[in-house]
């Protein structure tokens, strides 16, 4: 279940922000708005206040649309922030081995004007500092797992990194919520759009109807496990001659719909379902959707201060037995192995910033709904500004979802993984003007394409790996988006794995 306070807040202060944003989008305070844009050079950022809503409920609304959502819930020193784009004001592309720093090259070259705060029936210009800290300018988007791994379906369109300014933003952290428009001297001269879109977003605030319904599933088809089977053989050979030490293989899962999938009921039905993930949606120019419902970070910036997270190793749990699963995946030498391969892995990239590195000595245990994994939290401070792409870019991919050597595991997945992963396991998430900014590992996730939708899950496989048991593993975790979905499979799947 979502937060109750949540909740109370949609109900509660909803309604007083609603007329509020009524009174400031009067024709006269917006046209003032676009006024003030028209006259500047570069991007101005008119923001007014909104009422705190549900994430899903734009998604329904604009499901033919361009699109992003970032929806996490809060941590510890951290406050909750749920982000939607709708539209492009600005597109970023970044190809090949620099893709993220073109992506960040590409957002500092923007010319930014200024910002208008849209205040009862004023629209008052100021300076981009002023501008309230919950509506600063920020790019959504993401990166393929690799470059060259999304230039086919059911990946077409996603390209190797592709971050958006949205035209709106939608932003609350459960208290307050803002509306913030992206537009340029030129595009403001077309105050007729701006004020009909407007309109749209305000008719969506307004409604309580809930989220249309996903359509019905209709057939669920997997990939071949005896082709699963000899790929870890595969694996664990060549870990025993020792050209590695991990790679971490994926499988995938087609499930057909009796109709066009809509984002807004998976992303509905995924927040009820594990409101401990982070919730992602992205949706590029003519390309599908990708959904995820993650519980790894990669990496948090927030000025000096870095958070990333290890997360490897994985055991099932029915909820009833959850603390003896957890004894005995902490007592697991297999899962304690994979585990530190992570832990590592990420150690040295953020040493190689020269980063004040502070991490537990021992993995806790991370409970989700269905599994338990191994966690070790990262918590650094950076001696010197880094870009929050920049440290993305010498993270990903992690051993937790690559394998190591890196280069290694990646050959072998670009090589002989028989669908590409394309934005599968890859970074996703945000960052703002400053490199500010938090990118998630776009796992537990599947692309919405017509009426398919196209699933992949994950094993770490290493000396010891079992091929039946990283099978079971990999089903397990298809049983976040299955369940989403709607599909009876996944309480098959539960009683496969039990």
């Known amino acids: 279940m979502k937060p109750q306070a949540e909740t109370t807040c949609v109900d509660r202060a909803g309604a007083a922000a609603l007329v509020g944003l009524a009174r400031a989008s009067g024709r006269g305070a917006l046209d003032a708005a676009l006024d003030l844009a028209a006259a500047a050079r570069g991007l101005t950022f008119v923001a007014m206040r909104a009422p705190v809503i549900d994430a899903a409920r734009i998604v329904d609304a604009w499901n033919d649309t361009p699109l992003v959502v970032w929806e996490a819930g809060a941590r510890e020193h951290e406050p909750a922030l749920v982000i939607v784009g709708v539209g492009v004001a600005r597109e970023l592309r970044g190809t090949g081995a620099d893709r993220f720093a073109e992506l960040a090259a590409g957002a500092a070259a923007l010319p930014i004007a200024g910002a208008v705060a849209l205040d009862d029936e004023l629209a008052r210009p100021l300076a981009l500092a002023e501008l309230d800290d919950l509506a600063r300018p920020r790019f959504v988007g993401g990166g393929a797992f690799a470059p060259g791994a999304a230039d086919r379906a059911p990946w077409s369109g996603f390209g190797d990194g592709w971050f958006a300014l949205p035209r709106w933003t939608y932003v609350h952290d459960g208290a307050r919520a803002f509306l913030v428009l992206a537009i340029d001297d030129h595009d403001a001269r077309d105050a007729t759009r701006w004020h009909a879109e407007l309109a749209l977003h305000r008719a969506v605030f307004a409604t309580t109807a809930p989220v249309a319904p996903q359509p019905a599933v209709v057939e669920v088809t997997r990939a071949s496990e005896d082709l699963w089977r000899v790929q870890v053989e595969a694996i664990t050979t060549a870990i025993h001659h020792g050209a590695c030490s991990k790679v971490v293989a994926a499988r995938t899962c087609s499930v057909a719909l009796a109709g066009t999938a809509r984002a807004g009921a998976l992303l509905d039905a995924l927040g009820h379902r594990h409101p401990e993930c ?221």
């Open 278 to 498: 982070t919730r992602v949606i992205v949706r590029p120019p003519g390309a599908g959707t990708l959904v995820a419902a993650t519980p790894e970070r990669l990496v948090r910036r927030a000025g000096a201060v870095i958070a990333c997270d290890a997360l490897a190793g994985t055991v099932r749990h029915d909820g009833t037995r959850a603390d003896r699963a957890a004894a005995a995946l902490l007592a697991s030498a297999k899962d304690r192995r994979e585990h530190q391969l992570v832990v590592d892995a990420i150690r040295g990239a953020l040493e190689a910033v020269d980063a004040e590195i502070e991490a537990p000595a021992e993995p806790e245990v991370r409970v989700l709904r269905h599994v338990l994994h191994l966690h070790t939290p990262f918590r650094a401070t950076a001696r010197a500004p880094r870009h929050v792409l920049e440290l993305a870019a010498r993270l990903h991919p992690t051993p937790a979802v690559g394998g190591t050597p890196t280069a290694t595991a990646i050959e072998w997945i670009q090589t002989c993984e028989p669908v590409p992963r394309g934005w599968y396991a890859s970074p996703v998430g945000w960052f703002d003007l400053d490199g500010n900014g938090e990118l998630a590992v776009a796992i537990r996730s599947g692309v919405l394409a017509g009426n398919r939708a196209h699933l992949w899950a994950g094993a770490g496989i290493v000396a010891g790996s079992d091929p039946d048991r990283e099978l079971a593993e990999t089903e397990l975790k298809l049983r976040a988006m299955l369940g989403a979905l709607g599909s009876h499979e996944a309480r098959a799947i539960q009683e496969a794995a039990g």
